[in-house]
């Protein structure tokens, strides 16, 4: 690819060149030309023309070999540039790696510091939480139990209450059915006697009769 950009680039500077040598060498040979007959004019302008080709192949080998040289030139400064560059892009991104490294390493440090200050906050507030729930599992049990003896003294003289007005409701009613039983055998006792009065009062009705 570069032997075709550099030939290419050679015809154009040959074509772009020969003009002008070739005016000027007419110019400098047109009285010559006029004075030599035709046929030595035809050899000695083969001739011309022949060593022209020889130059102008001379010249275009030497502009070739010095277009190589500088294309070769060229390539080891670009290939110089190129090596230097990409030292320092590698020389960059090192630096840049052992930078974000070292950010990484402290960020994980600062992490950790703050990871266990969390943890000892939360452990803290663990058991902060744990002897306020024993505290208060505390007071629980202890109001439990005054309301448990209260509940009981409560209770036990409520059954007391109970069991006296019980007995006394008892004693009521003994006191109501005995009255009932004497009102009882009173009727019992008037009715018989009524009835003994209705009979001896009828026996004597017949026998007066």
Same mark, same amino acid.
């Given at each position: ?9 050679? &015809? =154009?500077?040959?074509?772009?060149l $020969? !003009? ?8 400098? &040979?047109?009285k010559?030309?006029?004075?030599? !007959? ?7 302008l083969?001739?011309?023309? /022949?060593? $022209?080709? $020889?130059l102008?192949?001379?010249?275009? *080998?030497?502009?070739? @070999?010095?277009?190589? &040289?500088?294309?070769?030139? +060229?390539? @080891?400064?670009?290939? /110089?540039?190129?090596? #230097?560059?990409?030292?320092? %892009? ?9 930078? %974000?490294? #070292? ?5 994980? /440090?600062?992490?950790s ?5 969390? =943890? ?6 663990? %058991?902060? +939480? ?9 007071? %629980?049990?202890k109001?439990?139990? #005054? *309301? *448990?003896?209260?509940m ?6 409520? =059954? /007391?209450?109970?069991?006296? @007005?019980?007995?006394?409701?008892? &004693? ?6 005995e009255?009932?039983?004497?009102? +009882? ?14 009979? #001896? ?9």
């Open positions: 690819m570069q032997s075709q950009v550099s030939t290419e680039h050679l &015809k =154009q500077i040959i074509l772009s $020969l !003009p002008d040598v070739l005016t000027t060498y007419f110019q400098e &040979k047109e010559e030309l006029y004075a030599i !007959p035709l046929l030595e004019r035809l050899i000695r083969e001739e011309e023309l /022949k060593a $022209l080709r $020889l102008e192949a001379e010249r275009h *080998q030497n502009l070739s @070999r010095e277009m190589d &040289k500088r294309l070769e030139a +060229l390539l @080891r400064e670009m290939d /110089k540039r190129f090596e #230097a560059q990409q030292r320092e %892009m590698i020389a960059r991104f090192e630096a840049q790696q052992q930078e %974000m490294n #070292a950010r990484f390493e402290a960020l994980l /440090k600062e992490m510091v703050r990871f266990e200050t969390q =943890q000892r906050e939360i452990n803290d507030l663990k %058991m902060l +939480l744990q002897e306020r729930y024993e505290a208060l599992l505390r007071e %629980m049990d109001r439990f139990e #005054a *309301q *448990q003896r209260e009981s003294v409560r209770f036990e003289a409520q =059954q /007391k209450e109970m069991n006296a @007005r019980f007995e006394a409701l008892l &004693k009521e009613m003994s006191a109501r059915f009255a009932l039983e004497k009102r +009882l055998n009173f009727m019992q006792w008037l009715i018989t006697i009524g009835f003994s009065f209705l009979t #001896a009062l009828m026996t004597l009705i017949n026998f007066l009769k």
